[in-house]
Structures are given as C-alpha cells and as structure tokens.
C-alpha cells in the first residue's frame, strides 16, 4: 500500500494545497474526505494559480481519479461553478467521482447559517456562512438529503419539499427571516442534478480497490487540528473532523489502510474568526508576517491573525493524528528577522504546561514560553537543498524536529511547485 493522509496541523491555512498539488501530481488517486467549499486550496502551476474549494486537487493531474467522498457536505451550485471555472482554462473535470452517500447544501442551510450567525451578536464563531454546519446537522438528525436522493427525482421532490416546509418554520417563527420558495429550489436542484449525474459513484469501492491495488492514493485534508470538531478550540471549530482519523470514514476505508500522516506545518501560526491564539502578534511584526505571507482568507479574504510558531499546537497535532513526518512551509516569510522566536511551552498561573488545554478559559490565560533563535537574512527562495538553505534556516529547521519528535520531510520556500525541497520520500514502495 501507498496511501497518504495530508493534514493540517494547525487552524488551517497551513499552506496545504501546495503539498497536495505536488503530491497529487505522482498520485493515482486523490480523496477529499470531509469539509464542504467553506475551506480552499490555492495551487500555484507556473504562472497560473487556481482557487479549488470543492474539488480535489489532483483534478491538475491529468492521469488522477478525484474523489469526493462521503464525508463531504456537497453544494451542487459551488461545485458547478468550479467546473466551468476550470473548464474555462482548459482542465478535463471528467476524472472526479462524487460520492452518492455525501449529504447536499441546500438554500435553506445558507440561510439558517447567516441568520444564527446574525443572532449570535457579539458571540459569533465565525461561520463562513455557507451552510456547512447545518447541514452537518441535518446530517446528525437523520433528515439530510443525499446524492443518492438527488439522483432519483421522485424521492429527491418528496424528502425536498417536505424539508423546505420545516425549515422555513426555523427561518420564520425563530428568526423572523423570509420563507424560501421550494418550486424555485427544487427545480434549481433538479437541473443540478442532470449535470452531476455523470460523475456519481460508490467511491469507497474506488478508493478501497485503488489501496488493494497498491495505487498511490493521496487523502487531502481540509482546515487543520484545531478545528477539529472534537479536539479544536470548541466552539470556534468546523463541523467534521480534519483529522487523520476523520479520513477512516469519510473516505470509507478502514484506518490500518493509512500509512503515512504528513502534518502540514505553517513556518508561523495564523488563525482566522474568534478564540484565543497564545502567540498572536498584535503588532508590526505580526502585521510584516501578514503582508509577507499573503494572509488573506481563499475562500473568505479574511485578513488572518498572525503569530509566532507554536509547539505545544504541533505536539497536539503530531499526538492526536499519529502524524509521521511534516511539511514545513512559507519558511521564505521569515526571511529578513534578526531574531525568531518558538513558543515550547505556556505559562498558566505560575505553572509550565506543555500540552494544549481543552478549556478557552484555560487557554486564554497562557502566555507563550519562547525560544529565541537567530534569523536569516538571506533570499530562500531559489534554494533548491536542504543544505542550500542558510545554517540559521537549518537550526530552526532541527528545533521543530527536535520538539515535536518527527522529521520535516518536506520544505517550501515560495509558492511555485518548484520551490519545494524534499527530503526524503513520501510514497513507500
């Protein structure tokens, strides 16, 4: 087997579109397993740079299946939209297989979002306002509406209408919204569906059959560790889980099938929305990392909260993926510092603690225990080898290594798929 799990092990944003382009681009078979079109990948391909939110990103690999799969929420209208995009530049979109066991994003999912989102005031999470959540509980309550319904116009109008019926019962009487019209919706939906039809499938025998065949199959994540639904910093956290356990399911193979777990690691840490962040730069510096980095949302183009790397997130994150090695990314960024700085551990009431908190209460009162390292003042950006990056580059480099207790296999130095360093083989033979 050759099967990899890429994930993020921080809030996301980590950069993980980059590694899954480059790793795509030697896969057989790449699996988006969870999340909807609140999260983006940009892959940056010589000149060209594409904004993929729904569709896997092995879509620029010409001779890969992409698979999106169960534990996916699918808005018909964005996926469209994304096909015509890429269709538009020249990219064949026949490869993608769409599970039949996803649940749809309706009208009434976006509507509910931004109107709990509205009602939340001063405590909002931060929803992208694309209807994840809600249909994530849809899901949960037994009530959403599948692909497979979808596709058979008769189940698909009786399960819609009487959907549209309860939910603007919700849109109405809770939030004094305005009631949608189910003919308009159904007959959107049913022209979605004669263009979707083409690529359903029963990917968990795609992907399952791809693994027994020793393939190579990349399984991309979507957001990072710390919106996890379970283990990020509730409540500001997605609605599925960007773990690597998460693929198990939402990709429908078993997890003895998953060998390699790369944790995308971002050079320095951002967040986007609410909830504490210990090593949050509310300052120049943080606003030079911003600028440096192009922090500003895919999706969104929310400007992100800027830090200093924190450890204790990538130690949570190495712990409760299993991840074998990361990828450390926009390292270019950092160029420039005279000195940076690694948080290792959190100062709480007078007490070091290593590991991340589940409180917010907790979480809020930590302040960073920093190691300062020099900087570098050199261009990383043509660096082609590890041993090419300066020695100040390397040392921060085996810090990381060296406290989270695996190794950096993969490097970035800049946006371009030929900017990246690797060091050591990520598919096994």
Not at 111 to 125: F, P, T, V, Y
Not at 142 to 152: A, E
Not at 186 to 214: E, H, M
Not at 338 to 359: M, R
Request: aromatic fraction near 8%; hydrophobic fraction near 40%.
């Amino acid at each position: 087997m050759s099967t990899v799990v890429i994930v993020g092990s921080q809030w996301g944003d980590e950069g993980k579109g980059k590694v899954i382009d480059y790793l795509a681009s030697e896969a057989d078979v790449v699996v988006r397993g969870q999340g909807g079109n609140n999260a983006g990948h940009t892959v940056v391909v010589g000149d060209k740079k594409y904004a993929l939110h729904l569709i896997p990103s092995g879509i620029l690999n010409k001779k890969a299946v992409n698979v999106i799969g169960n534990g996916v929420v699918f808005d018909p209208e964005g996926f469209l939209k994304e096909i015509d995009g890429l269709e538009a530049k020249g990219i064949d979109t026949s490869t993608i297989k769409i599970s039949e066991r996803a649940h749809v994003v309706f009208p009434y999912h976006k509507e509910i979002d931004r109107l709990a989102e509205e009602a939340r005031g001063k405590s909002k999470i931060g929803t992208t306002v694309k209807g994840i959540g809600p249909t994530y509980m849809d899901k949960v309550e037994r009530s959403g509406i599948r692909i497979c319904d979808l596709m058979n116009e008769e189940v698909f109008e009786l399960k819609t209408r009487a959907q549209i019926e309860a939910k603007n019962q919700i849109i109405t009487k809770i939030y004094g919204g305005q009631p949608l019209n189910a003919d308009e919706i159904i007959a959107n939906y049913k022209a979605f569906a004669d263009r979707i039809r083409p690529y359903v499938a029963d990917t968990t025998v795609i992907v399952y059959d791809a693994v027994k065949a020793n393939k190579k199959v990349l399984l991309e994540g979507a957001q990072g560790t710390l919106l996890d639904i379970d283990f990020g910093t509730y409540p500001y956290v997605t609605s599925s889980h960007p773990i690597s356990g998460g693929f198990a399911i939402g990709a429908g193979i078993g997890p003895n099938m998953i060998e390699e777990v790369i944790g995308i690691t971002k050079a320095y840490t951002t967040r986007v929305g609410k909830g504490p962040f210990v090593t949050e730069l509310e300052d120049e510096t943080g606003d030079r990392i911003r600028v440096a980095g192009n922090e500003f949302g895919t999706t969104t183009g929310r400007a992100r909260r800027c830090g200093w790397l924190d450890l204790v997130i990538v130690d949570f994150a190495a712990r409760v993926n299993g991840m074998t090695c990361m990828s450390l990314m926009l390292l270019d960024v950092l160029s420039g510092f005279e000195t940076l700085k690694i948080c290792t551990g959190y100062e709480y009431e007078g007490q070091i603690i290593k590991h991340f908190p589940a409180d917010l209460n907790v979480l809020a009162k930590c302040k960073p225990v920093y190691t300062e390292l020099p900087g570098w003042k050199e261009d990383i950006t043509k660096c082609e080898t590890y041993d090419a990056l300066p020695a100040e580059a390397k040392k921060y480099i085996e810090t990381i290594e060296e406290h989270v207790g695996i190794p950096v296999k993969i490097v970035s130095v800049g946006p371009k798929r030929s900017q990246t360093i690797i060091r050591d083989s990520i598919y096994r033979a």
